[in-house]
């Protein structure tokens, strides 16, 4: 496996608005507390997510830092997606709820990100089109990073039972709202008691299960003297907090991971359901869907990140899409030219179609290529029947 450069934090620039204005369909709530050194970086990683309908709440909870204040004011103006709001310190969990409280009715979803956190950029939409396509699911997750303090990949099967004992999730998902309201969200008013892992048990306890996408989409800031540490050396009452609500799960509970080891060939749906396609504005440029099957560190490959590379980032827009779940970190070098989406790692079979449909769409596309993947091929025909005009390039190996 390559190693992961985690020296590609997401967030370090704010991107190009590409979308035009809609009613929010997530609401992403952020609790801060005189957090002047890292929000800056927090805001621009959700304002570049690829799916642009949401409204973010940042939720001051007290600060008395002055110049954490006037950072505030300047991070609102940044994008009419942000509303700040003021009031008295409670503590975190106080503050995720008073925030779900002041988020628009008309929303579906709730994404919590602490003010020091990042979140990948096809983050919320990937989560948006799992739980739209698995109505039963309550919450999604991807796999996530540690870094600053401490650097490491957490990619764990999820497991209720394992749960009761050790947290192997973090506060960033994407959470249904009803779901939410029905545990009367996170309700602990006690600072540093591990909030979070006691949410996820009372969802749990109520036979909620989630969704683990397989990719690193949530990177968790570990710093010294962070709400993890502060729970530490608070362990005593925390655990007794988490011991308490596991007694209240008396049943197993399963959730959907990705990649699915028994993928089958489906019937392929093109409809896109309910989903909200973005609307986007003319960049001037030539969309180009690219469909592969990995990225792995074979010569053909290293081929089509060597052409995507070259591509002029002034006249090409690039999205790929993977069909094969991968099995290296080559696709962070890929994510700094286009943007990728593996079908595998967030999806059902059946619904693949529908997104390459939402994609064409959502960017325009003009040109596609197709290279040695096998759902590439089937789905070729459909694609020029649909699409008579746009020029379809099908490879078996790109370098020819």
């Not at 496996?1 to 620039?13: A, Q, S, T, V, W």
């Not at 969802?203 to 990177?219: N, T």
């Amino acid at each position: 496996m390559k190693n992961f450069d985690f020296e590609l934090e997401p967030g370090k620039e704010l991107k190009e608005k590409k979308f035009k204005k809609n009613n929010p369909e997530i609401s992403v709530i952020t609790p801060y507390y005189n957090g002047k050194k890292y929000i800056e970086q927090t805001v621009k990683s959700v304002l570049n997510q690829t799916y642009p309908y949401f409204e973010m709440l940042i939720i001051d909870d007290g600060s008395t830092d002055e110049e954490s204040l006037k950072k505030l004011e300047e991070i609102e103006k940044l994008d009419e997606r942000i509303t700040v709001i003021h009031k008295q310190n409670e503590g975190l969990s106080a503050t995720r709820d008073y925030g779900a409280s002041k988020a628009s009715k008309n929303t579906k979803y709730f994404m919590f990100i602490d003010d020091d956190d990042l979140v990948e950029p096809t983050f919320l939409e990937c989560a948006y089109w799992t739980l739209e396509t698995n109505k039963d699911a309550s919450w999604a997750y991807s796999d996530s990073l540690g870094f600053d303090g401490q650097k490491y990949t957490w990619n764990k099967w999820f497991d209720s039972e394992k749960m009761k004992k050790i947290n192997d999730l973090v506060v960033l998902a994407l959470i249904r709202k009803e779901a939410y309201f029905e545990v009367n969200g996170y309700e602990l008013r006690e600072k540093a008691v591990n909030e979070d892992w006691n949410f996820w048990l009372k969802l749990i306890a109520k036979g909620r299960y989630p969704v683990h996408m397989s990719f690193y989409g949530e990177w968790y800031r570990r710093k010294e003297q962070g709400e993890l540490a502060r729970a530490t050396q608070n362990r005593k009452r925390a655990l007794e907090i988490i011991n308490n609500t596991s007694k209240t799960v008396k049943k197993r509970v399963t959730a959907i991971q990705y990649p699915k080891k028994d993928y089958k060939y489906e019937l392929l749906d093109e409809k896109k359901s309910e989903i909200l396609v973005p609307e986007k504005n003319n960049n001037g440029k030539i969309n180009i869907l690219m469909i592969f099957p990995w990225m792995v560190t074979g010569g053909a490959d290293k081929f089509n990140l060597e052409l995507v590379k070259r591509l002029n980032k002034d006249e090409f827009n690039i999205v790929i899409i993977l069909t094969e779940p991968n099995v290296n970190n080559l696709r962070q070098e890929f994510e700094q030219y286009s943007t990728v989406y593996d079908l595998t790692s967030f999806l059902n079979q059946e619904n693949w179609l529908s997104f390459v449909n939402y994609i064409m769409e959502k960017e325009q596309i003009n040109l596609i290529f197709n290279t040695n993947s096998t759902f590439g091929y089937s789905i070729l025909p459909y694609l020029k029947a649909k699409n008579p005009t746009i020029p379809i390039l099908d490879y078996v190996h790109m370098e020819e």
